[in-house]
């Protein structure tokens, strides 16, 4: 079955420093990875997404992610926090049963201190 | 991008009502539409799938005739919670399947009193 785990409930960062925000994921298959923020009483937005192609992906808001086969990772990453990037964060394997279901992370808050 | 939207945004309602939250994809046609529920700092949990013209597929533990479910159009889902309690307060998010990804509306903010 497919999963993703998100490991850390929460990241603080300083602002101005590099962010990470860690998903591991397990699938069958190939695997299509997204990542989203959601700010207080909002809905998801969507950050990025890997489908296939180049294991950098570039987002929206200048963040980017990794994915590492070998390692089932993909990582959010930003070079340079703001405070307004705190938010919580969702990394989503879509499931490759041919649902089109999304299975969500736990969630990770990102917190940037000013 | 794809646009989805959600009616209304906030409902407060009284324990033993019904309410009705709309979820509709404006500018694409979405054969496939996804209910879920967030619980406060919590993840979304997939509540079920509605696919245009046939019954939704409610996953394991959502009761079906609590959560009614209709996708009556291809740009229109409805959520219809029957006799609320205040256990269902929550956040409901709605999403649309547009090839292979799905765009979420903002959310409904439900609270029963």
């Known amino acids: 079955a497919q999963s993703v785990a998100q490991p850390e409930d929460q990241v603080n960062v300083a602002e101005g420093n590099p962010l990470t925000v860690k998903c591991t994921y397990s699938?069958?298959?190939?695997?299509?990875l997204f990542w989203y923020v959601q700010y207080p009483n909002r809905g998801l937005q969507f950050l990025l997404k890997?489908?296939?192609?180049?294991?950098l992906v570039k987002g929206s808001y200048g963040f980017e992610a990794e994915f590492n086969k070998s390692q089932t990772s993909f990582h959010l990453k930003k070079p340079s926090a703001l405070v307004s990037d705190s938010a919580l964060y969702f990394c989503?394997?879509?499931?490759?049963?041919?649902?089109?279901?999304?299975?969500f992370g736990t969630g990770t808050r990102l917190k940037v201190l000013a | 991008g794809a646009v989805v939207s959600q009616h209304p945004s906030w409902v407060i309602c009284k324990s033993g009502t019904s309410v009705k939250i709309e979820c509709r994809s404006l500018?694409?046609?979405?054969?496939?539409m996804f209910w879920y529920r967030q619980f406060p700092k919590q993840s979304l949990m997939l509540m079920a799938t509605?696919?245009?013209?046939?019954?939704?597929?409610?996953e394991q533990g959502v009761e079906k005739d609590k959560f009614l479910i209709n996708h009556a159009s291809l740009t229109l889902s409805t959520l219809t919670v029957t006799s609320a309690h205040p256990e269902d307060s929550s956040f409901y998010i709605c999403?649309?399947?547009?090839?292979?990804?799905?765009?979420f509306g903002p959310g409904t903010r439900l609270t029963v009193t």
């Open positions: 500018d694409f046609q979405a054969t496939t």
């Open positions: 699938v069958s298959g190939n695997p299509y």
């Open positions: 999403s649309a399947r547009d090839y292979h990804e799905q765009y």
């Open positions: 890997y489908i296939t192609g180049d294991n």
């Open positions: 989503a394997v879509r499931d490759g049963g041919g649902t089109y279901k999304y299975i």
């Open positions: 509605s696919n245009e013209g046939s019954k939704a597929t409610y």
